[in-house]
């Protein structure tokens, strides 16, 4: 289930520490180490899934817990009114660093169209 070196599953594990805001039976939120907003909360599944690109078959069922838990977290921290954003990066030019499925919830500051 785990993966061996994996930053995000040793998170699961509670074998490095973060600062979880929210957890469920599929999923974990916890705050971004380096946050790009004033609030910068990442969404992961327990289950070590690469990333959108790799995904596999009831994989991808995951996505729906995950959105609804990002949804949660992001009405917790006060934004469903002003408004956020949710971002998944795959591959280099995605920008992905973290080879473990993760949505970044992004809000606290009005974001810019397109992305850079
Ligand atoms: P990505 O570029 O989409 O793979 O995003 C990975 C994110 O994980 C980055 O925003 C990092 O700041 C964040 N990150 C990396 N290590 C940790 C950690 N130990 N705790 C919290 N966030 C982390
Ligand atoms: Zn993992």
Redesign the pocket.
Known sequence: MAAPDC??CK?VAGE?P?EVVYEDVCCLA???????APT?I?VIPRKHVTGLGDLEGAEASLLGNMLAAAAQVADEAGLTEPGYRV???WNAD??????HL?L?VLGGRKMSWPPG
């Open positions: 930053i995000f998170i490095i973060a916890f705050r971004d180490i380096n946050p790009q910068h990442l971002v998944i990066n995605g920008g992905m660093e973290v080879p993760h970044h």
